[in-house]
């Protein structure tokens, strides 16, 4: 079962526009990673945040976990043609008590148009 | 370093057919998984290890075999091929869960006819 739900499921805007992904989960974790994968390529590591952490920067990114409501957000700013991909988050929280599995959402479709 | 690395990039397969896909990396990494990924489905983890000699389930396991017999390879074995199967497969490898970035290989696509 999806441990991570990424939403919306697809995003479209125009360069220079903020995007902004969700992601929630439905158990305690450690922490929670984003992903960014190009169309026909193998996933990227964007960004971890561990979670006694609430907000985590990395150049344009910038990502928030509330452990409260179980969910983290993904913003990109200033957003360029380039950063046209999916984008998914993962977990490491496991049903079984495992920490060694890390459990991925469906992702969010970005798309910036020119 | 070349990082995780897979072989075939692509491959069919009929029905039946058994095959290995590869999985190599050379960054030391304890840490290695398989993932398939399908359309509406993001990634799903069929195997993982956490060392050589040390193998464990995922959510995926049914249909296939890994083993680790070093710390640099990870093959999945396709045992008995079915339609199901077609994907595209992905390697990942890590120092290690749960603090630490897992490193994607390119992905195999598989078809089974």
């Known amino acids: 079962s999806q441990q991570g739900e990424e939403d919306p499921q697809a995003l479209s805007i125009q360069e220079g526009e903020n995007a902004t992904m969700n992601c929630s989960y439905k158990t305690s974790i450690n922490n929670l990673q984003w992903y960014r994968q190009n169309s026909g390529r193998g996933l990227v590591h964007l960004i971890l945040?561990?979670?006694?952490?609430r907000e985590k920067h990395s150049g344009r990114l910038r990502v928030t976990l509330d452990t409260s409501k179980k969910s983290s957000s993904l913003l990109i700013t200033a957003s360029r043609a380039a950063d046209t991909a999916s984008y998914f988050c993962?977990?490491?929280?496991?049903?079984?008590?495992?920490?060694?599995?890390?459990?991925f959402g469906k992702g969010t479709l970005l798309t910036v148009n020119p | 370093n070349a990082g995780v690395t897979q072989t075939p990039k692509f491959q069919v397969l009929k029905t039946g057919q058994s095959m290995t896909l590869q999985c190599a990396q050379d960054m030391n990494h304890e840490y290695m998984s398989w993932y398939r990924q399908d359309p509406g489905m993001g990634l799903r983890l069929i195997h993982y290890?956490?060392?050589?000699?040390?193998?464990d389930q995922g959510e995926v396991p049914n249909g296939y075999n890994v083993s680790r017999s070093t710390t640099e390879d990870f093959p999945l074995r396709l045992l008995s091929a079915a339609p199901s199967q077609t994907s595209v497969y992905f390697c990942?490898?890590?120092?290690?869960?749960?603090?630490?970035?897992?490193?994607f290989g390119p992905g195999t696509r598989l078809t089974v006819l």
């Open positions: 993962a977990t490491d929280a496991d049903s079984g008590g495992s920490n060694y599995k890390l459990t």
């Open positions: 945040i561990r979670s006694n952490e």
């Open positions: 290890s956490v060392g050589a000699g040390i193998t």
């Open positions: 990942a490898s890590s120092r290690g869960l749960p603090y630490n970035e897992q490193f």
